[in-house]
């Protein structure tokens, strides 16, 4: 399936960031010209079957059974009730902005299984970097967020701000790695960027390291029109990216997601977990 084919795919809960998913998402669909699909997924709870065996007749515990079987049954309604009422306002809401062809979806299951039934037909999923359960909870990002990138191999956008207008300024993360080359590519060739400043940045112990390995991607990205502003800077990869996005006002970053092995970031510390508890910009995440 060609890009041209493909949806934006922006998941909505109840959470605080679901406006802005939208509005991310309807900015993204208008600018590629891709419709826009908006899923709701409903999970089954894992909560643990009561204990029925307790010293009660056995007349009582059926009863009991019974009834606890038809508040769960009144719970999904509900839920799904209300996922429909999010689903229409979300909807109203990208139509209100001049997104023509709106979809929207509810899919009960996991959300990893949902996304990954659909990752044929998606060009970009935006998300919410905190889903309704924890977006209280500063500096920790979604349970499922982790699982849902690894998952994909489509870019993933996480959203943690309020969408004001459309970005003028990203960041692309570029080392030199099958997932920075894939946003190089992506910056280079898609629309969504076209008009854009590009700030190309390499974080690395030597100084000098960065200067032939940007010079070549730099070429590609003035190649397709865009502003670049070459980087080469030292220290922790995540402190360095986070500090240039403060310094530059950069309004979103690309950059490649989970490159190094479980262990190594069990040992050290995953940089992708980091830039998604710490980021103030959205960031664009390819695998």
Known sequence: MNNHRRTILACIDGSSYSESVVDYAAWASRTVENPLKLL???????????????NIGLGARETLQEELTEMEAKR??????????????????????????????QQH????????????????????????????????IGAQLESVIRAMHRPVLIVNNEFTKAPERILLAYDG??????????????PLYKGMECHLVHVSKDAHAESSLLKEAAQKLEAAGLNVVVAGLQGS??????????????????MGAFGHSRLKELLFGSVTVKMLSRSKVPLLLLR
């Open 40 to 54: 709701h997924n409903i999970e089954r709870r894992n909560s643990p079957e009561p204990n029925l065996s307790g």
């Open 76 to 105: 999904s309604k509900l839920l799904l009730e209300q996922g429909q009422i999010m689903l229409e306002n979300a909807r109203k809401r990208a139509e209100e902005q001049g997104v023509f062809e709106v979809s929207a979806l």
């Open 109 to 140: 299951g996991t959300l990893s299984d949902s996304l990954i039934s659909m990752e044929d037909e998606i060009r970009v999923l935006v998300m919410g970097v905190r889903g309704e359960d924890h977006e209280s909870k500063d500096r920790q």
């Open 177 to 190: 790695s099958d997932a920075a080359r894939k946003g190089l590519d992506m910056v280079a060739t898609s």
């Open 237 to 254: 990869v995540e402190t360095a990216l986070l500090d240039y996005q403060s310094e530059k006002n950069i309004e979103l970053t690309v």
